[in-house]
């Protein structure tokens, strides 16, 4: 992998450069770049690499800044265990795609994703493969190969083909990086999680077959968990940008963040307060919500906190949590050593951020009756779609687990009552939209 990748900088290059007349065939990760984007990504480039026979080089191209890639502290993790670089890996600025499209010169393929988000439709014409597995999206084209399969990761799909048609490209280092992922995003393949399907099982069973010296399922499991929980080397903006929804309301713009510490920990963080105005003013937002979880005794243990230097919207925007009724959060207040910051201790410890949204949007639309606009729509699914593709900031990654509540062993778990309701409303609004079509 690193001879590639090492390869892939030098195409790079010269694609940048020009010279590479031949033009590049690039693989394109989702905007959340998770471990299943990436992974997807880095393997199938190697795949085609290998055995595509074309006079084009591949290049695994994760869509994400580069700055951003450190947020993905469980990817970061991976990586270190496989002993890939992090150096070596491509990322979106480093490549004028839209640029490479109007020469004539670039051939898409999309991993994780089967549509292209409004920023990239002009890159459509470019699209030759998708391999995803979510809902398909995508309108039919004689030009583009779709695979598209509800398993619990696209990495499955990506190992399936590997498997199938070259299985010789698979070394401890690819696997390890295939395996690792397949059963994060399947839970441990655990059934109650609601994730694994039969097919991720059975290409997880492969890769430990083919390489036995592949660690432990729940092993291997915890320490990625355990990784994707870590915010010990971020820095405050770091923190706050990990996994952040941004809502606008009148003349009201918030964040509210997840924070992996305990709050009594986050407020003992050296210059919070001034970290906390700095990334308000940077990003225009009037309003900072940190929802912080932890976990004890295998349950988890929710903090709020409400930073403004407006004493005005703190205080109301306090009432709407306190006085909320649907859902009770149950907030008791508790010292905060900072002056902008108001602090709670949340009762509700079942009420995630998922639940906490619709309470703020609903202050919001009353703010909007003062004035303003609000710019969400309308229904819950839909102003969060337009609040993630809206902000600068890519969406929380699709496997993440930090709007649910724990395993019984103590990790976030995913119940398969709540996936069912959310591929269920996915289907409704498929549905809905092919029925709109004309």
């Known amino acids: 992998m690193e001879s590639f990748l090492s390869s892939c900088h030098e195409a790079l290059q010269q694609a940048n450069s020009g010279d590479g007349g031949q033009g590049v065939h690039v693989v394109l990760g989702n905007e959340a770049c998770d471990m299943d984007s990436m992974v997807s990504v880095m393997a199938y480039a190697y795949f085609l690499s290998k ?48 640029q490479l499209q109007r020469d004539g010169r670039l051939t898409l393929t999309l991993l994780d994703h089967n549509v292209l988000p409004s920023s990239d439709r002009d890159l459509e014409g470019a699209v030759v493969e998708v391999i995803d597995h979510r809902l398909l999206e995508r309108e039919p084209s004689a030009a583009c190969r779709v695979t598209v399969e509800m398993v619990g990761s696209c990495t499955t799909l990506v190992t399936e083909r590997i498997l199938q048609k070259a299985p010789e490209v698979l070394d401890p280092q690819l696997a390890l990086l295939l395996y690792g992922t397949i059963v994060m995003d399947c839970v441990n393949m655990a059934p109650e999680a609601g994730k694994v399907t039969p097919k991720d099982s059975q290409y997880a069973a492969q ?24 915010v010990s080397g971020l820095s405050t903006e770091q923190m706050l940008l990990k996994d952040m929804k941004v809502l606008t309301g009148g003349e009201l713009q918030l964040a509210v963040s997840v924070i992996y510490l305990t709050l009594e920990v986050f407020l003992e963080r050296d210059g919070l307060e001034d970290d906390m105005s700095a990334f308000c003013v940077k990003h225009g937002y009037n309003m900072l919500l940190a929802m912080t979880i932890s976990f004890t005794d295998k349950q988890p243990f929710r903090q709020l906190a409400i930073f403004s230097h407006s004493a005005l919207c703190r205080e109301e925007m306090s009432q709407a949590l306190e006085k909320s009724r649907n859902p009770a959060l149950s907030l008791c207040p508790i010292s905060s050593p900072h002056s902008h910051i108001k602090a709670y201790l949340q009762g509700n410890t079942q009420a995630s951020r998922k639940k906490l949204l619709p309470i703020i949007k609903d202050f919001l639309r009353e703010q909007e009756q003062d004035g303003g606009r609000d710019e969400g729509g309308e229904g819950e699914e839909e102003e969060e779609e337009e609040e993630e593709e809206d902000t600068q900031f890519p969406p929380t990654p699709m496997n993440s687990l930090v709007e649910g509540c724990p395993l019984d062993n103590g990790l976030p778990r995913i119940s398969a009552q709540a996936l ?14 092919r029925a709109q079509s004309p």
């Open 51 to 98: 055995t595509l026979g074309s006079s084009r080089p591949v290049l695994p191209l994760l869509n994400v800044p580069r700055s951003e890639f450190p947020l993905r502290t469980d990817n970061v993790f991976l990586l270190r265990q496989a002993g890939v670089p992090q150096e070596l890996l491509l990322f979106r600025e480093q490549l004028d795609l839209l």
């Open 207 to 230: 890769l430990e077959a083919r390489f036995p010296g592949l660690p432990p399922r729940g092993a291997l499991f915890q320490s990625l968990q355990n990784a994707r929980f870590d």
């Open 420 to 433: 069912e309701e959310r591929f269920s409303k996915m289907s409704a609004r498929q549905e809905g939209r």
